[in-house]
Nanobody
Framework: QVQLVESGGGLVQPGGSLRLACAASGISFSRNVMAWYRQAPGKQRDLVATISSGGGTNYADSVKGRFTISRDNAKNTVYLQMNSLKPEDTAVYYC?????????WGQGTQVTVSS
């Protein structure tokens, strides 16, 4: 019954922007730490950004200054604003919800940065 659904991925040129969204259901959203991960072909899944229930954020060094994570608890949605995109940002992006007992994953959304 827990479901995380990502949206907003697509093809974008280098230097462009995308805004990803992850809509959650079946969980007490405000009690969960939310995170974005990404996985490129042949690579491990890496943490991109986290946001706590209180709004505190952390970012991977590779995206600092370019990406912004935010959450809207009233809409049970977490966002990832991605600016100044580079080809190396190409990956499947996954949403994750983490509470004291469980972690839940979305199915992912493809982001391709190419000219």
């Amino acid at each position: 019954q827990v479901q995380l659904v990502e949206s907003g991925g697509g093809l974008v040129q280098p230097g462009g922007s995308l805004r990803l969204a992850c809509a959650a259901s079946g969980i007490s959203f405000s009690r969960n730490v939310m995170a974005w991960y990404r996985q490129a072909p042949g690579k491990q899944r890496d943490l991109v950004a986290t946001i706590s229930s209180g709004g505190g954020t952390n970012y991977a060094d590779s995206v600092k200054g370019r990406f912004t994570i935010s959450r809207d608890n009233a809409k049970n949605t977490v966002y990832l604003q991605m600016n100044s995109l580079k080809p190396e940002d190409t990956a499947v992006y996954y949403c994750k919800a983490q509470n004291l007992w469980n972690a839940y994953w979305g199915q992912g959304t493809q982001v391709t940065v190419s000219s």
